[in-house]
């Protein structure tokens, strides 16, 4: 699977958007951006994923760079349930293989 | 969405003793599950694939003696821990994505195993 660079850590403000970026030079024209959030002491649970287009659903949104080589998970307003690490995760279209997680964005919500 | 039970949610035993964990899919069929753990403060690890009605796949370094796996069903996977030492001691999630829809993988909410 494709790398993914995401920064360790993160601080948000509560009730403001945060934008989650997540750099993937080498993604193929096949992968999926899939990004899965862990709460602590949780199994990690699917958030949000996309191709090229830029996606929404009640969770958050997926903006997709033009050329695929970076993406941004975009919470339009941070609460504090949403403190997690957050992983960006390529994957190929269709596979029922592993996810294969990095160390992903350990976001912090602010009171 | 689709839910994935794991139980128990924590578990304490003494070095030695055998531990098993479940891993269901309560509203959906699964044909492949998989087992992952976390150590503290790290990411999660794959350890091994469980599949339907033959062997699971191991990754490597990962012992196949010590962490039996079973797949009896399209719904159900197990994960013992056979003779437990306290370097065991973990986070165990396993995962599972919906038979044909393999896009989305829904995940336990993780067994904390502390061996003594």
Redesign the interface.
Known sequence: DAKTTQPNSMESNEEEPVHLPCNHSTISGTD?I?WYR?LP??????VI?GLTSNVNNRMASLAIAEDRKSSTLILHRATLRDAAVY?CIL?D????????????TQLTVLP | ?AV?S?HPSRVICKSGTSVKIECRSLDFQAT?M?W?RQFPKQ????MA?SNEGSKATYEQGVEKDKFLINHASLTLSTLTVTSAHPEDSS?Y???A?PAGK?????????T?LSVL
């Open positions: 999926y899939h862990q002491s949780q199994g990690p649970e699917y994923h992983y994957r279209r269709g596979s029922a293989r592993q996810l294969t997680f990095g160390s992903g | 969405g994935v794991q492949t998989f992952y990411s999660l690890m794959l694939t986070f999630i396993c995962s994505p393999g896009d989305i993988q829904y995940f336990g909410a993780g904390r």
